[in-house]
């Protein structure tokens, strides 16, 4: 390896401390002072290494290494400080000590760079109060006015706060981002890294089957209109349709029957449906294949309201094709494959080349603090983080 791993490996487990619950799992969200303890050790340890850093005006936490030649975009890596409650220690933090790590070993090495190296410590990537992907989406420049002047104020944050930070596109060569798979996809094949070719796309859709709430002893079968039966038939017909599809993954998470009471036919169920996928057009046509299976429901009145619509990212080929070359460097076997959850890297795809790597989750466990990774996965994802960054250095 060229990174030091065991240095590495002991400031992602000393970050992981702050905040951790016993029991109880990761307590950071973003605006909270845990999530300032724990940007405040990045930023530490960024000054000991010798970079310059800095805070933005919605959090976001930025090291700058100068590289040789000063004309050059710089080269960003990193991912989120901030974790869902009860989470665990690296889903976001690794990324981070990662590109700190990289940037440690080519500054000590003095291994040749020609880009500036900029770790970012992206705030609010969760979701919560300013909505997922904030820190990220904010550096983009992807949020729009007006701002809920209301929430910024709950989390200290100003319009203009979000306005100034705003990257210059024209500064960024690129963005590296590792991040655990959370998922089973490599612990299932027993490969150490996954090299992924973009970021799903996801759209939700409120559903509503409203038919007539009446007596559950005195109606007779025949002729009740009970949401919940067609909603169950519904869905029964929907997901024989998608056992059939492998393009696409979808969910039911969310279902409600009103008025919801044991003695009564339920007169309305509303239910979130979620498609994701790596293309756009299959998400509109799994949706659009729903709704012709909502509209033979005869017996109820139904509607299909989009709430989320957010587009599928392509990953960058010739970061894809860096990430590989370092693992043929390193002598590690590596796979391409999609990432069905969001990351920071989707709003940075829409400004730079964006690219990902992955290291497996035991179980596919993640958001939860039964989160694990081993310690040489993890150290393994780093250093090929690190040779990664390199590679692209060497062909941007
Ligand atoms: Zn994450």
């Given amino acids: 390896m060229i990174i030091s791993a065991d240095r590495f490996l ?6 992981g401390r702050i905040g951790w619950v016993d029991g109880e799992g990761m307590d950071r969200p973003a605006f909270t002072p845990s999530y300032d303890a724990a940007r405040k050790f990045v930023e530490d340890r960024m000054k000991d290494a010798g970079l ?17 030649d000063p004309s050059l975009p710089a080269i960003y890596a990193g ?78 944050l100003t319009a203009d706060g979000i306005l100034s930070a705003k990257g210059d596109p024209g500064g960024i060569a690129c963005y590296f981002e590792l991040h655990i798979e959370q998922g089973p996809y490599l612990e299932r094949r027993s490969i150490p890294i996954g090299i992924p070719t973009g970021i799903v796309g996801i759209s939700r859709y409120a559903v509503r089957l409203e038919g007539e709430a009446n007596h559950a002893g005195t109606t007779p079968m025949k002729e009740r209109k009970d949401a919940m039966r067609e909603a169950s038939e519904l869905l029964s017909e929907w997901f024989a349709w998608t ?4 393009d696409f ?30 293309r756009d057009s299959i998400m509109d046509e799994a949706a659009a294949q729903f709704r012709s299976l909502l509209e033979k429901r005869k017996k109820v009145s139904v509607s299909m309201e989009p709430v989320v619509w957010k587009g599928a990212v392509d990953l960058d080929p010739l970061l894809q094709d860096a990430v590989e070359a370092a693992c043929r460097e390193a002598d590690v ?30 179980g596919g466990i993640s958001h939860s603090k039964e989160e694990y990774t081993s310690p040489e996965d993890l150290a393994r994802g780093a250093d090929i983080l690190a040779r990664a960054i390199l590679e692209a250095d060497r062909r941007l």
């Fill in 52 to 68: 310059s850093a800095k805070i933005d005006g919605v959090g976001n936490l930025f090291g700058r290494l100068e590289g040789s």
């Fill in 79 to 156: 991912s989120h400080l901030d974790a869902v409650p009860g989470g665990g220690k690296y889903d976001g933090p690794l990324g981070v000590m990662a590109a700190l790590e990289a940037a440690r070993t080519i500054r000590e090495k003095a291994l040749p760079l020609r880009h500036p190296l900029v770790v970012a410590g992206f705030t609010g990537e969760e979701g919560g109060e300013m909505g997922g992907t904030f820190g990220s989406r904010a550096f983009a420049g992807l949020l729009q006015e007006p701002f809920p002047a209301e929430k910024l104020s709950r989390v200290g």
């Fill in 333 to 362: 076997p590596s796979v391409r494959m999609p990432s069905g959850a969001s990351h920071d890297a989707n709003p940075m795809a829409r400004i730079t080349r964006a690219g990902m790597i992955f290291v497996p989750s035991a």
């Fill in 10 to 15: 002991a400031d992602l487990e000393a970050l």
């Fill in 249 to 278: 993954v979808c969910n039911v998470g969310v279902f409600s029957l009103h008025p919801g009471a044991d003695a009564i036919v339920p007169g309305r169920a509303d239910f979130l449906l979620e498609i994701r996928s790596l």
């Fill in 243 to 246: 056992d059939t599809r492998d």
